[in-house]
């Protein structure tokens, strides 16, 4: 007996001769483990803080180090304000007139936004509403100094009434015209610049104004606060559309103008992740009808179905219950679609080799179930066999998920973790689970069109007398192409040559340099990731305030932070899976000392020179001035260290006294009377300068630059580096006490640690998983040349779908790519690894020249190969419909990916075994020898068959569905030649 006749052939008797209890005790298991997964919470969705950021990237240690050392001031200081528990959001209403043409400032259309921010005003939900900038108060407001009640910059809002009457044409024009005189004075240094469109100080229309508001909401209220304004503008959110999509501009009409808002009090992932989630059920369905229309069974199909959907929950169970991985958001939903069809390939493999063991050991049978001792032979070769091909592709798919443990990206990490744990669950319940379903089809279904199980089994089949074979019973039209027109195009010859064949592998092997081509194209996002549908408001912002705005909201360019006395962050302590719970505790540079005139003046000096900084590369948006610091008639630079000389009224104090007095002025002033608009809310006296039991441990300096928010990662990085020179290059001439110097971008630059571990990560994994997949190609197949020929196929799907993300979509090589990379990986090993291993098995079933092994793969492996990527296929296709733009990309990537690996699988990779694939025993490796002899034990069977031996069973029988077949009651049980997949 050979040695996997020894562990199968008991496991096989046990599901034949207790096929109800092991049914039974599976159902109990799964059930048990997926109620449990349910009642400790580990299947629902969540949001938490600072999941994509890298823990180790330089500017998130410096964001976060400066963060946990302001947060021991708020602990310690007591003159810290009080938290309320409320949240502070912005919203930002932005206006243009109806038709797109016609100037908005008119008493008509005033009204209309007087009215839209009424509805933020009157909102007795919200607990405070402070208007950042407002084109309201232009008109409508008040001046607290009746003598510039003629300054429309000098009006407030806070004394108005809320009216919103009709405003005289003569009010309006007034206030228009001194808009346009200051603005054709001071150009982009106007108050007013913010409020109008590039043409207003040449046209005196403007067609576009925006206001700011700041609000105080309860926490998880935002959505209810917002209803009013939704209401207003006929907005709210249904199935599969959010509140915030707007018409093809982006806007919504109310009145004589329209309205674009965004708000940061509402976690839109969060909100439209469950319905994108309950699509998935469309999935189910239709893999559902795919898994009937190739097993002819209902019972297989629904039986198929709820593995499959079982395997999340019970995969969770020991994803976060064993591997204590506490992470499950939204990107963990993509898995599902892989469940679906990875799941459906390994059903249609088992259930395929079955049907084939039965027609090659049992082929003298007329109608009928196998008796006891068959069944136990039939289904302990279909482990051998089966679970030998699902364990190639499991393992090999698997291992290119888990590859992404090597990313420091914390999602990415643990949707590959999450997703390799399914994967392996799918495995063994297909081992499990499955092969009572099996049984049970066999015994009482197959061969019968109703699809309600009965309690009679069928019949036992008979032997004829004869014993002649059966009848070729009729090919399904897959099989018919395979047979009929693919295999005789693929052997057909001219001369030594197989001309299709090699023509077909020419082809495919210019699409592969074209795609090779295009993926070297691939480069860092030149734009930022779109994750939101395109009708969506918050949708490309950053570009709309660009292109219409004179000079676009300061709030919406980056507040650069430079400090010192922070040495680095001690990150013990914080839980990665929920890294915004804790941040770390800051490790301070114990050489810091501000009380010596020498680190004064070297302070200062950082402070008049961080105003020269000079960029003039691509997002620097500062028309007019070369300076990185934005110029403004208000201060742009937080110099603490010159409000307190100022302050002073003198020099600064040293030693002791340089303490004493800067605690007093850090209590003691106003920044109101210092800093405007543009920069008060990045100054707070109270934790720039950080006092921690009484030592100045730190000190921090804020600017405004005209770097935007939210730059795509290609020009956001330049920008980065730009600034590292500058302070590497500054670093050197200051003192030993100030040599701490680091700064940060308030997370502007801490995205870009991200886009550029996601890039390492990708190309981490593929080096990580290519390598292992060919050690696995390689013990599979047992076959070098193979082998070869299959990593390399996997490599070109590889790279054609990333040269399809640049050539056909014009990508780049950002989030939604790089997570498609692992999937790509993922997927395209399954079809080749099949493929692989069957053409290496013919050998061990008497076929030794080329032709007749490529045939045998082909024949065997051809339909479900079919089957499988219809069914994956299609489970990803009905992401097309979600709303999520990031998953309307991954279904793509998915089909993208699944048409390349059916092509190279059966065009480039068999054309190339067709032509060049190793014969007789050139290649192999006999691993299995290998083994045996280092265990000291010789199999016999089927594996020692004579490789002059024939093929018994025509190959034109080898149906997939092998609902006619008739086995007998009584046969030989001698050595038969067996064709499996």
Not at 26 to 36: N, T
Not at 793 to 818: H, P, T
Request: glycine fraction near 6%; proline fraction near 4%; charged fraction near 20%.
């Amino acid at each position: 007996m050979k040695a996997a006749d020894r562990i199968t052939e008991p496991l096989a008797s046990h599901f034949v001769r207790r096929t109800c209890l092991c049914w039974l005790s599976c159902v109990f298991l799964i059930f048990a483990m997926s109620g449990l997964a349910a009642g400790l919470g580990y299947v629902t969705l969540m949001t938490r803080d600072d999941v994509w950021m890298i823990l180790d990237g330089e500017m998130t240690q410096h964001r976060r180090a400066y963060q946990a050392a302001r947060e021991q001031v708020r602990t310690q200081s007591q003159a810290a304000e009080e938290s309320s528990g409320d949240e502070v959001e912005m919203l930002t209403f932005f206006y243009k007139s109806a038709d797109g043409t016609e100037s908005l400032f008119t008493p008509d259309r005033l009204v209309d936004i007087c009215e839209m921010e009424k509805t933020v005003v009157n909102n007795t939900k919200i607990q405070e509403v402070v208007f950042l900038g407002s084109v309201l108060r232009l008109f409508y407001g008040t001046a607290a100094n009746p003598a510039q009640q003629s300054i429309p910059a000098a009006r407030l809002l806070s004394q108005y009434n809320w009216s919103c009457e009709k405003l005289p044409q003569s009010i309006v024009d007034d206030t228009v015209d001194f808009m346009y005189n200051d603005m054709r004075n001071k150009g982009p240094q106007s108050l007013y610049a913010t409020f109008v469109d590039p043409s207003f100080p040449e046209t005196k229309k403007n067609i576009y104004s925006r206001t700011a508001l700041q609000i105080t909401v309860s926490p998880d209220s935002g959505e209810e606060a917002m209803a009013p304004v939704f209401e207003h503008l006929g907005l709210s959110y249904a199935l599969l559309k959010s509140a915030f999509q707007g018409e093809e501009d982006r806007f919504v009409p109310s009145g004589n103008i329209r309205v674009r808002l965004i708000f940061s009090g509402i976690n839109e992932i969060q909100k439209m992740a469950m319905p994108d989630f309950l699509l998935s059920f469309i999935s189910v369905i239709l893999v559902f009808g795919i898994v009937y229309l190739h097993t002819k069974s209902s019972i297989i199909a629904a039986s198929s179905m709820f593995m499959m959907i079982m395997t999340l929950p019970v995969a969770a169970l020991v994803y976060q219950g064993v591997l204590r991985v506490q992470y499950f958001e939204f990107l963990h939903i993509l898995v599902v679609y892989l469940v679906l069809g990875i799941g459906a390939d390994d059903i249609f493999v088992f259930k395929d080799t079955f049907c084939h063991i039965v027609k090659a050991e049992f082929p003298f049978v007329r109608g009928g179930r196998l008796s006891e001792e068959q069944e136990i032979k039939a289904l302990s070769l279909t482990f051998q066999r089966a679970g030998v091909a699902i364990f190639n592709t499991s393992f090999t798919t698997a291992l290119a998920f888990a590859s992404c443990s090597v990313s420091r990206c914390m999602p990415m990490r643990t949707c590959g973790w999450y997703a390799a744990t399914c994967i392996v669950t799918l495995y063994v319940l297909t081992l499990t689970y499955f092969p009572p379903v099996l049984l049970f089809w066999h015994r009482r279904l197959q061969a019968k069109r109703c699809c309600c199980p009965t309690l009679k089994q069928r019949e036992f089949a008979i032997v004829p007398v004869d014993e002649k074979p059966l009848a070729e019973e009729s090919a399904g039209p897959v099989e018919l192409f395979f047979e009929k027109v693919y295999i005789p195009v693929m052997s057909k010859k001219v001369g030594p040559v197989r001309i299709f064949a090699l023509i077909l592998f020419l082809i495919m092997f210019g699409v592969a340099v074209q795609g090779i081509s295009f993926a070297l194209q691939l480069t860092p996002p030149r734009s930022e990731e779109v994750w939101f549908p395109g009708n969506h408001m918050f949708v490309g912002i950053q570009d709309f305030m660009a292109e219409n705005f004179y000079t676009p909201a300061f709030d919406n360019y980056a507040v650069i932070t430079v400090i010192f006395g922070i040495a680095g962050l001690d990150t013990s302590g914080i839980n990665v899976y929920d890294p915004g719970a804790f941040i770390g505790t800051p490790i301070f540079d114990d050489s810091f000392d501000l009380t010596t005139s020498e680190a004064q003046t070297g302070m200062l000096d950082i402070c008049s020179k961080l105003r020269t900084i000079t960029c003039d590369l691509e997002g620097c948006d500062n028309s007019g001035y070369d300076t990185f610091v934005m110029q403004t008639t208000e201060r742009t630079v937080s110099c603490f260290l010159e409000d307190f000389q100022q302050w002073l009224g003198g020099p600064l104090p040293t030693g002791a006294n340089f303490t004493t007095q800067l605690q007093a002025f850090r209590s003691a002033a106003d920044k109101g009377q210092i800093y405007g608009d543009v920069l008060v809310k990045a100054v707070n006296y109270k934790t720039d300068i950080g006092f921690i039991d009484g030592e100045l441990k730190y000190v921090a300096l804020h600017f405004r630059s005209v770097m935007k928010k939210r730059l795509p990662f290609s020009i956001g990085t330049r920008i980065r580096d730009h600034i590292r020179e500058w302070m590497d290059a500054n670093r050197g001439a200051l003192p030993s006490s100030l040599k701490s110097m680091k700064f940060h971008g308030n997370g502007e630059f801490q995205r870009y640690d991200m886009g550029e571990e996601l890039i390492n990560g990708l190309f981490s994994g593929i080096a990580i998983a290519m390598p292992i997949s060919f050690l696995v190609l390689l013990s599979s197949t047992q076959n070098v040349v193979v082998a070869i020929y299959a990593v390399l196929s996997v490599g070109a799907i590889v790279l054609c779908v990333l040269g399809f993300c640049k050539s056909a979509m014009d990508w780049d090589l950002g989030v939604g790519e790089a997570i498609a990379g692992v999937i790509v990986i993922g997927y395209s090993v399954d079809y080749v690894v099949h493929l692989a291993h069957m053409y290496s098995e013919g050998m061990h079933f008497g076929h030794q020249t080329r032709d007749e092994r490529a045939k045998f793969a082909i024949r065997s492996m051809g339909s479900t190969i079919f089957a499988g990527a219809i069914t994956t296929m299609l489970a990803g296709a009905t992401m097309f419909v979600c709303w999520f733009y990031f998953f309307i990309k991954m279904a793509l990537l998915i089909c993208v990916t699944i048409m390349y690996s059916f092509l190279f699988s059966l065009v480039f990779f068999m054309s190339l075994l067709w032509t060049a694939g190793p014969e007789n025993s050139f290649g192999h490796i006999p691993i299995d020898r290998w083994w045996a002899s280092r265990s000291g034990k010789k199999d016999t069977g089927l594996d020692a068959i004579d490789n002059n031996g024939k093929e018994e069973t025509n190959t034109s029988s080898q149906s997939k569905n092998c609902e006619e077949d008739l086995q007998p009651k009584e046969i030989d049980e001698g050595p038969r030649t067996i064709v499996v997949p």
